[in-house]
């Protein structure tokens, strides 16, 4: 009887063991993938671009070309600036109809004839890409959006961020987007917030980083404070539109301090990439818009002792990023803490984390019984 009951244990109790064994060495793997679950090193390659005024192919070409040269390299993904597909600028006759707006005219699907191309490029390539257009969605020629969509190396096209906060005329074509657009890489989560979304409401921006982000990408087409437009000599802007002579300066001051707070707030990257120069149509018309460039990677320092800045600007100026062109940024991603979501120390004064999205929601809830009245 004790001998049976001796082998009963001995057999009971190797497999205790060898589960645990086998539990333990699971426990090992599944540290070792989350410690190496993410890259940290990443380079960027944004892009500032003058395009055609609704000349799609002469631009799709040039941003083909481009993608493969930041690729060649090294870039591991490329940023190209809102709306570069098309163009930016409106038609100023507010005679036309929506239907005929050059955007809503041009406007394709996300899986368009333009986004092949492009997922080919990137596939070839084996690069990210992301680049803003006119979306339309489903057969209503209407139903038509201010987006971006990405790209994977493997020219999988991973979906459409629709800008949600359309500026001023843009609301004459553009439809308002109303969901915001994460997708997976090697670096984790990366959002993307096209210009106003990202200068103006910073809820998107949080909300991306509270989600796990480091890198937020902005597409952009923004101008305000550049008066290269209203600077003519024979109906043409100086300089075919780019900076000259310091008539970016009142624009650099407005656009820097609205990126840097972006990076600020939540200890995260962002890459923003503009347009440049003066909008012209094929035949050199111009269109009225010019962009100054500026086109840059802001972040995190390691904000070690002896650090004397918390962001920097990643191997990009905006102030010297003043013609067309591909700018590259080498970024360590270990810089970005997001460190405005959990406190250091902990006690039991502080209930839960720092952010806290459940006291937000009710100040929202008050907020939106009051908003239209307020507004």
Known sequence: MKGRMS?????????????????????????????????NSMRIATVNFQPIWGDKKANLNKMVEMTKQAADNGAQ?????????????????????????MQVKLAEEINGESAKIMAQTAKENKV???????????????NVYNSAVAISPSGEILGSYRKV????????????????????????????????????????????????????????????????????????????????NGNNKAWLNRFKNRIEAVTTQNGVFLVTSDLIGAERKADGTFMGTAFPGGSCVVGPTDDKKGTMEYISYYGTNPETSVDEGIIYSD?????????????????????????????????????????????
């Open 7 to 39: 082998m009963f244990l001995q057999k009971y109790y190797t497999k205790i063991i060898g589960s645990l064994l086998i539990l333990g060495a699971l426990m090992i793997s599944a540290v070792s993938c989350l410690a190496a679950e993410f890259e």
């Open 165 to 244: 906060h359309p500026f001023g005329s843009e609301v004459i074509w553009a439809k308002t987007g109303t969901e915001p657009f994460m997708f997976d890489s090697p670096w984790g989560k990366i959002g993307i917030s096209i210009c106003y979304d990202t200068y103006n409401y910073p809820e998107l921006s949080r909300f991306y980083v509270a989600k796990g982000a480091k890198i937020i990408l902005n597409p952009t087409a923004t101008s305000w404070g550049y008066y290269s437009a209203s600077e003519l000599e024979n109906g043409q802007p100086l300089n075919d539109g780019k900076p000259i």
């Open 77 to 101: 993904l490329v940023l190209f600036p809102e709306m570069c597909l098309t163009g930016y600028a409106m038609e100023q006759d507010n005679f036309i109809k929506r239907s005929e707006r």
């Open 331 to 375: 970024l360590n991603l270990e810089n970005a803490k997001r460190n405005s979501f959990t406190n250091y120390i902990k006690t039991e004064l502080q209930e839960g984390n720092l952010y806290q999205p459940s006291l937000y929601e009710k100040w929202f809830k008050d907020l939106k019984k009051d908003y239209k009245s307020l507004y």
């Open 128 to 142: 990210y890409v992301v680049y803003g257009y006119p979306e339309r969605i489903g057969k209503d020629p209407l």
